[in-house]
């Protein structure tokens, strides 16, 4: 299943998971971007047309919650990133990440760490 978000349901949903279930008002307090109240509701309620997002009535607004795990996100934004961009290979993607030069030693330290666990699982999907 391939789960895709647009820059501002991203933004959305990352407050979601962030917070957990938030009212439309407080959606839009913890985004950094300024958006009218309208604006926020719009995407919460695509969200919840693509199935992303769920509701209940709290009041006399609605208390919104992923319906998605972002873990799950994650992994479906990574498979098509790495078709998209990286002609669908998971080492140039694996690569690029390396060959940046923001990543501390720590950081580097975690990655190998990573793939030599991966190897002695015996690699493989």
């Known amino acids: 299943m391939e789960i895709q978000f647009t820059d501002r349901e991203l933004d959305v949903m990352g407050v979601l998971w962030e917070r ?8 839009q307090g913890a985004l950094t971007d300024e958006l009218a109240y309208t604006t926020v509701l719009t995407i919460l309620r695509t969200l919840e047309e693509k199935g992303h997002v769920g509701h209940e009535e709290a009041g006399r607004a609605y208390r919104y919650h992923a319906l998605v795990d972002r873990e ?3 992994r479906s ?12 290979s998971p080492e140039l ?13 720590e950081q ?10 991966r190897l ?6």
Not at 120 to 125: D, L, N, P, T, Y
């Open 120 to 125: 002695e699982e015996g690699g493989g999907a």
């Open 108 to 117: 580097l330290e975690r990655i190998r760490v990573l793939l030599d666990r």
């Open 72 to 74: 799950l996100a994650g």
């Open 77 to 88: 934004a990574v498979r098509r990133l790495v078709r998209k961009v990286f002609r669908g």
């Open 20 to 27: 957990g279930p938030a009212t439309v008002a407080e959606v």
């Open 93 to 105: 993607l694996l690569t690029q990440l390396v060959a940046d030069r923001r990543l501390s030693p």
